[in-house]
């Protein structure tokens, strides 16, 4: 089945550290997502790319960065710039095109800080 | 800025016993909406989505929700809701502007359903 793969599933980061999380589809699907969830805060986008080696900053990128070399994958750094990391992490993508095609969504990464 | 606001942040409810969970949007020319659930520990999943058409949408597991232009509201309805809805609700928004296709989330609200 086709679907959305976030690794790891729960990630520790020490003080000072940058990390990187994982997101791979095998839905040939255009489009990439980013968001950060926060009890209480719903999600936030942190970055999106539309096609490969493209991508643009979300309403909260400062800390983190992303790369998309291979239309199936969209990693996610945070850095140790992010100074309050510990949060769920989701991953997201959605064919490009009509409104029909909605936004399929991976399991998560959790984050937590050392 | 687009904003979606979710009335509630918790609604608990009885087995069987029937639930609103309320969602206001922004209003724009174009409008496009859509509610997600998520279960503990996991992603989010499509309910129902309102593009255009009929105000009244209905998604799976018997969940249904009313577009009203003139209240701008896209409120999510069950009439009758079982223990397995325990779960966190998302009402979404599209921006209308550009064509990222990028959503508008609000806070959520958690469902409790209790025996």
């Known amino acids: 089945d086709g679907g959305i793969t976030q690794s790891p599933k729960y990630l520790f980061r020490k003080e000072g550290q940058n990390v990187t999380l994982s997101c791979e589809q095998n839905?040939?699907?255009?489009?990439m997502y980013w968001y950060r969830q926060d009890p209480g805060q719903g999600l936030r986008l942190i970055y999106y790319s539309q096609i490969v080696n493209d991508f643009q900053k979300g309403d909260i990128a400062e800390g983190y960065s992303v790369s998309r070399e291979k239309k199936e994958s969209f990693p996610l750094t945070v850095t140790s710039a992010q100074k309050n990391p510990t949060a769920f992490y989701l991953c997201?993508?959605?064919?490009?095109?009509?409104?029909?095609?909605?936004?399929?969504f991976g399991d998560g990464t959790r984050l937590s800080i050392l | 800025a687009q904003s979606v606001t979710q009335l509630d942040s918790q609604v608990p409810v009885f087995e069987e016993a029937p639930v609103e969970l309320r969602c206001n949007y922004s209003?724009?020319?174009?409008?496009?909406l859509f509610w997600y659930v998520q279960y503990p520990n996991q992603g989010l999943q499509l309910l129902l989505k309102?593009?255009?058409?009929?105000?009244l949408v209905k998604g799976i597991n018997g969940f249904e929700a009313e577009f009203n232009k003139s209240q701008t509201s896209f409120h999510l309805r069950k009439p009758s809701v079982h223990i397995s809805d325990t779960a966190e609700y998302f009402c979404?928004?599209?921006?209308?502007?550009?064509?990222?296709?990028?959503?508008?989330f609000g806070k959520g609200t958690l469902l409790t359903v209790n025996p």
């Open positions: 209003s724009s020319v174009s409008v496009y």
């Open positions: 839905l040939n699907h255009d489009a």
């Open positions: 979404a928004q599209i921006n209308s502007g550009g064509s990222n296709y990028k959503l508008t």
């Open positions: 997201a993508s959605r064919s490009r095109g009509t409104l029909q095609r909605p936004q399929h």
């Open positions: 309102y593009l255009s058409g009929s105000t």
